[in-house]
């Protein structure tokens, strides 16, 4: 899957040089999370991405970074400390500005204890300075449960180049039902951000947190789900 996705992103790239963009992002942020969970081990990572967009609105892409999970010697340890990631898809617009998309993911895990992978595919709509989206897997992290995610997010656009975005989404499905199986719960997350760029270097300043309690919360080193600030300075070449 990784060779395929490299030979056809390397054709595309080459094929319509003259006709798309091919851009690559370095990252760097003080923790990776992602749906308001945190994969670093509560510290930085450092991320990288290519990607070939056509001018008829298709797209391809890799994407890795750092990651770490659980703590070395956890029974649930697997072993993961890169996540590496491929995706396509297409996006469009009609004529009264209405945007939509789909995506398609492969996410990897290389050099794991045992076989976490899995694909996802997504839908997005927006208008304006909204957007909405909608996830699903039927095999999250290989445990053969089903995952979805809604999101949507809106963005104000402030004095001074600084954008201000809320964003709102909800995880849920079979992998959350099954508690005692997954260890996962159904949960809703929310993120307040300040985005501005600085010449060719782009800043992000979150706050991520979540409304899991009890047993489900978790305020530690690793995949935590508490609130928390988190920054993010990346550049695009």
Known sequence: ?????????STLGCAGLAHADISST?????????????YSGNK??????????????AFVGSWASSTDSF????????????EWDFYGGYNGQLE????????GY??????????INYTEVGASLGYGNFNSYFYYTPDLISSSRASRYLAADYTFNLPLDVNLTFLAGHAYGDYYRRR???????????????????????????????DLSGRFYNDGEYLRNDGRLIFAVSHTF
């Open 180 to 210: 005692d199986e997954t260890g996962g719960h159904e949960y809703t997350t929310w993120e307040v951000a300040l985005k501005r760029s600085f010449g060719p270097i782009d800043t992000k300043l979150s706050w991520v947190d979540t």
């Open 106 to 115: 492969y996410y990897s895990f290389p050099s794991t204890n045992y076989n």
């Open 44 to 57: 930085p990572a450092l991320s990288l991405s290519l990607d070939w967009t056509g001018d008829s609105g």
């Open 1 to 9: 899957m990784k060779r395929i996705s490299f030979v056809l992103l």
């Open 96 to 103: 009264n500005g209405l945007r939509y998309g789909v995506i």
């Open 26 to 38: 370095l990252a760097l942020t003080s923790e990776y999370q992602t749906r308001g969970i945190g």
């Open 71 to 82: 703590k070395s010697g956890d029974p649930y340890d697997d072993g993961a400390k890169i």
